[in-house]
């Protein structure tokens, strides 16, 4: 991919807790696109309580929005 003047990039940044980290990382182990090695999948770890699946997460985002400028 080539950047060209004007043209616009947007970069998003987000920061996980390590309970996030570590659902996403045992979704990722289960799905056809992991490196799962198990039979029969297994729920991903979660940080919910009374075997309900998914998890509760606060985070935070900054994205930075800018236009190229080139200088040759």
């Known amino acids: 991919m080539e950047l060209k003047n ?3 990039l947007t970069v998003e940044m987000r920061a996980l807790n390590y309970e996030s980290y570590r ?4 979704v990722n182990q289960i799905t056809p696109g992991g490196q799962s090695q198990s039979a029969t999948p297994t729920n991903p770890i979660s940080n919910i309580s009374g075997g309900v699946l998914g998890f509760f997460s606060a985070n935070t985002l900054e994205v930075i929005k800018m236009k190229m400028k080139i200088v040759k």
């Not at 659902?23 to 045992?26: A, E, N, P, Q, S």
Request: charged share 30%; net charge negative; hydrophobic share 30%.
């Open 6 to 8: 004007d043209d616009s």
């Open 23 to 26: 659902y996403f990382f045992g």
